[in-house]
């Protein structure tokens, strides 16, 4: 059985950039990459429909270390795996992927303090007893998830009644066919997430016309793919200069906006939705089709580049249709209120499954870990969970933000241990914490995908270090300034080496 000092989960932005952090702060340490594909990028490489791009800019979806060069700010998806690809070449870390490798479980052991993993081929994962190629063992003493937080396999794809008889394909954009032809369809995008505002302008182009089908609207923003600050100080400022300046001012953008959400939503909201009117005149009934019931942030805003879903519903080329689906026939949708949409091809753009931990089958001594009774520790530690860090973004800004800090404090959590000769960090509870009120993984965001899993995820607290904050700003002093011996996070077990 190979042993590693470290194993990380994953191998797309997060863990890529969490192999950099390792190689560049732990040099010492041995590790190895299991990645359940068989190729880099992760959700840059899963996704491949039409207009795939990032809803964030690059210089905060972008990682701390490596310069964002491109113009384009909001990035198509085959740029971005680039980057990814690029990251792990520069930095010899391909080399320690393991590919097509997915883990299923994972077992502590305190006596030897060492995690056993149990690795199945990704062609044969499958339940215990059933054929296939014989799972991989392997063992380390520190685990690193970075499996992204929602299912490749199951994305959310709710029924409808009668869809067996449409005659025409009908699927989830996470498994876009490679040969679809929509050049000259009438096509039907169910659900109005980041997602379906890709897809729409995207396929808009060559189809004969698209509509995208919503419940309920979503706020949208529109902002320009290229950030000319940005391009403008590269012009005359170190490459690695000119980003750490950009991605301040992204960042500070970024709160300010979310933290105005906050304290006065109704102006917010006023100011998003004339911007709307603004892009689609004074005769679109924005009311009906861009004006949310909740408030700015209580789900995520839609970013779109250049305004493209708004110049493609002005073309004629795209509507929006606000209506409940009554049931699917074989030549489009009938809605509820009786109106019949023409189809040829349904895309359900309805969102994704999240997966606590990559769905992996954990346990401690024998003792299956039941995640939904333990507190988050800073966002990335479980309590009574030894040696176990999960990689988890923000909501309300870049992804990357986060996991770039999430590494660091890894980083510096191994080379406490080995400076202390500890084998375990276990996050515990003290006396203080006893009796903290439980409050959800995620607080104060009401979008479905979040809200139909947030019972199987960790709870979180009313006090440092048991939050997961969804604040940068917060989070730098939390994790990155906040000296890591604070009594809740401990540190023992049998000596290095045993």
Request: glycine share 8%; charged share 25%; net charge negative.
């Amino acid at each position: 059985m190979n042993h590693f000092d470290v194993v990380i989960v994953g191998a797309g932005l997060s863990g890529i950039g969490t192999a950099y952090h390792l190689q560049k702060n732990c040099p010492q340490k041995s590790y190895a990459i299991l990645e359940s594909r068989d190729a880099v990028g992760g959700t840059w490489d899963l996704y491949r429909y039409p207009g795939i791009r990032s809803d964030s800019d690059m210089h905060t979806l972008g990682y701390s270390f490596k310069p964002w060069r491109a113009a384009k700010a909001i990035a198509d998806g085959p740029s971005i795996l680039d980057y990814v690809n690029e990251t792990a070449d520069e930095n010899a870390i391909r080399q320690n992927i393991q590919f097509n490798r997915r883990l299923v479980d994972a077992s502590w052991s305190s006596e030897d303090a060492r995690w056993t993993l149990t690795a199945a081929a990704t062609d044969s994962v499958q339940e215990p007893g059933g054929a296939g190629e014989e799972p991989e063992k392997v063992s380390c003493n520190f685990l690193v998830m970075c499996s992204g937080y929602y299912s490749y396999d199951q994305p959310h794809r709710p029924t409808f009644d009668g869809e067996e008889d449409f005659e025409g394909p009908i699927f989830h954009p996470q498994f876009w066919p490679e040969d679809l032809d929509y050049a000259g369809k009438r096509i039907v995008v169910i659900g109005s997430g980041a997602t379906a505002m890709t897809v729409v302008p995207a396929i808009a182009k060559d189809a004969e016309h698209v509509t995208m089908l919503q419940r309920s609207p979503t706020y949208v923003i529109s902002r320009p793919e290229k950030d000319v600050i940005a391009n403008f100080l590269r012009k005359f400022l170190p490459d690695m200069l000119a980003y750490n300046l950009t991605r301040l001012k992204n960042v500070t953008l970024q709160r300010r906006v979310y933290e105005r959400t906050r304290v006065a939503p109704q102006k917010v909201k006023d100011f998003l939705i004339g911007q709307v009117r603004k892009h689609l005149g004074p005769d679109y009934d924005v009311e009906k089709h861009f004006t949310p019931s909740y408030d700015p942030w209580d789900q995520r805003l839609c970013l779109i580049p250049n305004a493209d879903l708004f110049e493609a519903i002005k073309s004629g080329k795209a509507s929006v249709v606000t209506d409940h689906i009554d049931c699917v026939t074989k030549k489009g949708i009938r809605l509820q209120s009786g109106e019949e949409l023409d189809a040829d091809i349904i895309v359900v753009a309805t969102g994704l499954t999240l997966e606590v931990l990559g769905g992996v089958r954990f346990a401690v001594d024998g003792e299956p870990v039941d995640f939904p009774n333990t507190w988050t520790y800073k966002g990335m530690m479980y309590s009574d969970v030894p040696n176990l860090v999960q990689t988890f973004g923000y909501i309300n800004a870049s992804w990357t933000l986060r996991a770039d800090l999430t590494a660091e404090y890894t980083c510096r959590v191994l080379n406490h241990m080995d400076a202390h000769d500890a084998s375990r960090c276990t996050p515990r509870l003290r006396e203080e914490d006893q009796g903290m009120p439980k409050r959800p993984w995620i607080q104060d965001f009401s979008a479905g995908y979040m809200q139909r899993v947030m019972h199987l995820f960790p709870k979180q607290g009313d006090r440092a270090p048991w939050q997961n904050t969804q604040n940068y700003a917060a989070d730098k002093k939390m994790i990155r300034n906040a000296p890591i011996e604070d009594g809740a996070l401990i540190f023992d077990g049998p000596p290095r080496g045993r």
